[in-house]
C-alpha cells in the first residue's frame, strides 16, 4: 500500500547536537511539507518543497533545513541553532490542488 | 492570503450528543476545504473535503460537513457522539489554484466525550 513513512517515532537527543529526521513516500507525490506541533499551537510550517532539489521556507524555517534530492524523501535537519527543537515533528505530501495532504505518523523529538 | 478560522479550541459533549464543530474561511475565492481527525502521537488522518459540486460532504466514521459560500463556513457534524470520536480536528483550505500549493491550517479543536 502507498503511504508515508516517518522514522523514527521516537528520538532523543542531547543539546547542541544536530538530528535528521526521515520522510519517505511511495504515492508519487511531487509536494512534501514539514511541520512543527507544540500544545495548543496547530500546525506550523518549516519547509516546503513543490519539487525535486527545490525548496521553500515555511513560517519557522529558522534552526532547520532540508534536502530534496529524490521525489520520495524529504529529511529534515533540526540544528543545535533551533533554540527549543523539542516537539513533535509531521511530514506530509500532496498531489495537486483539491487533493488535500497525506500525513505521515510523526517522530517525537525530545531534547535534553 | 487566505485564512481559516476554528470557533472554540475545545469542544466537550456527552455521548450520544450532537457534535458540531466550526470552521470559517477568508477568501475571495471559495476554496477547496478539508477536515482532518488527529488521534494523540499521531499523524493527521483526512475525514473529508470539499471540491466542487454537491455542498453536503459526507466522511468516514459518521461526520459530514456543509460548504456554505453565503457564509464563508464548513462547520463539522456528526449526530451521535461515540468515546472513539475524541480526539483533535483541524479545518483547512487552499485557493492557491495550482503552482506553490500549500495548505492553511485553522488552530485545531480538542473535543471530548464524557461518557
Known amino acids: 500500500d502507498g503511504g508515508i513513512t516517518q522514522s523514527p517515532k521516537y528520538l532523543f537527543r542531547k543539546e547542541g547536537q544536530n538530528v535528521t529526521l526521515s520522510c519517505e513516500q511511495n504515492?508519487?507525490?511531487?509536494?512534501m511539507y514539514w511541520y512543527r506541533q507544540d500544545p495548543g499551537q496547530g500546525l506550523r510550517l518549516i519547509y516546503y518543497s513543490q519539487i525535486v532539489n527545490d525548496f521553500q521556507k515555511g513560517d519557522i524555517a529558522e534552526g532547520y533545513s532540508v534536502s530534496r534530492e529524490k521525489k520520495e524523501s524529504f529529511p529534515l535537519t533540526v540544528t543545535s541553532a533551533q533554540k527549543n527543537p523539542t516537539a513533535f515533528y509531521l511530514c506530509?505530501?500532496?498531489?495537486?490542488?483539491?487533493?488535500?495532504?497525506?500525513f505521515g505518523s510523526g517522530t517525537r523529538l525530545t531534547v535534553v | 492570503a487566505q485564512s481559516v478560522t476554528q470557533l472554540g479550541s475545545h469542544v466537550s459533549v456527552s455521548e450520544g450528543a450532537l457534535v458540531l464543530l466550526r470552521c470559517n474561511y477568508s477568501?475571495?475565492?471559495?476554496?477547496?476545504l478539508f477536515w482532518y481527525v488527529q488521534y494523540p502521537n499521531q499523524g493527521l488522518q483526512l475525514l473529508l473535503k470539499?471540491?466542487?459540486?454537491?455542498?453536503l460532504v459526507k466522511g468516514i466514521n459518521g461526520f459530514e460537513a456543509e460548504f456554505k459560500k453565503s457564509e464563508t463556513s464548513f462547520h463539522l457534524t456528526k449526530p451521535s457522539a461515540h468515546m472513539s470520536d475524541a480526539a483533535e480536528y483541524f479545518c483547512?483550505?487552499?485557493?492557491?489554484?495550482?503552482?506553490?500549493?500549500?495548505?492553511?491550517f485553522g488552530k485545531g479543536t480538542l473535543l471530548t466525550v464524557n461518557p
Open positions: 506530509a505530501s500532496s498531489i495537486a490542488a483539491g487533493g488535500g495532504y497525506t
Open positions: 477568501s475571495s475565492v471559495p476554496p477547496y
Open positions: 470539499y471540491t466542487t459540486g454537491a455542498t
Open positions: 504515492l508519487n507525490h511531487d509536494a
Open positions: 483547512a483550505g487552499d485557493n492557491s489554484g495550482g503552482s506553490n500549493y500549500k495548505l492553511t
